[in-house]
């Protein structure tokens, strides 16, 4: 993948301001059936009522009164939320009822894939949330990001989405009629993962530009 003709719009990207905007209401009167992470909702939408930025994220994490739910909770809210001409995915609250079904599994899911990162072991990681229901790596994936960015991983964990799926597609596509006929979507394997992470890395440092700077343009389209 060149992406050299896009050097000079990757190196002016600063992926750590992207701020996403949320409905407080819409994330705060779902019921989850779960009084811990109705409470967590209720925080966010206090602490953050300008929208949650990727350095917020990766902040909090890092505290240390921070918890790893709340943590993955800020990630689905911004997963979630839009931009200042966009508009929300409303399916958030419910994924997170699904996801949350189990908390104590969903817990110990949280705290493995943080052990896994903090022994450098991304695709151990993944797999932490094979167990999971509806956590795709769509979504963990921002997940796993933040929490290797919060980690201060030297390779860390880079978001891999349906956006930044189909920009990989578009730049390595010979035939543009045929590329825009298709639906690109990520393969969900750590494998994949694992092997989409070290060539975003290994390019990165061939341009000598930060690795998340290359996901953000990805996840911004050509």
Known sequence: M????Y???IN???PLEQRLNFNPGHWCNFNYNNALVTDDMH????NYQN???RQEIINYIRQEDSTLLRGFLLTMVWGHG????GRADNRGPWKVSQMLSN???AIEILENAKN???HDNIQSAHSSFDNMQRCRVNFFSKYLYFLGRSLSMARYPLIFDARVAKTIGQLTSTNPNLFSILDIQPKQDPISYINYVTEIHDIASELNVESEKIEYYLFNGV
């Open 51 to 53: 929208g949650i930025s």
């Open 82 to 85: 839009f931009s200042e001409y």
């Open 12 to 14: 002016n990207l600063n």
């Open 43 to 46: 925080f966010i939408s206090a």
């Open 103 to 105: 908390i104590d599994n």
């Open 116 to 118: 896994h990162l903090l």
């Open 2 to 5: 060149n992406l050299t003709p």
């Open 7 to 9: 050097l000079d719009q």
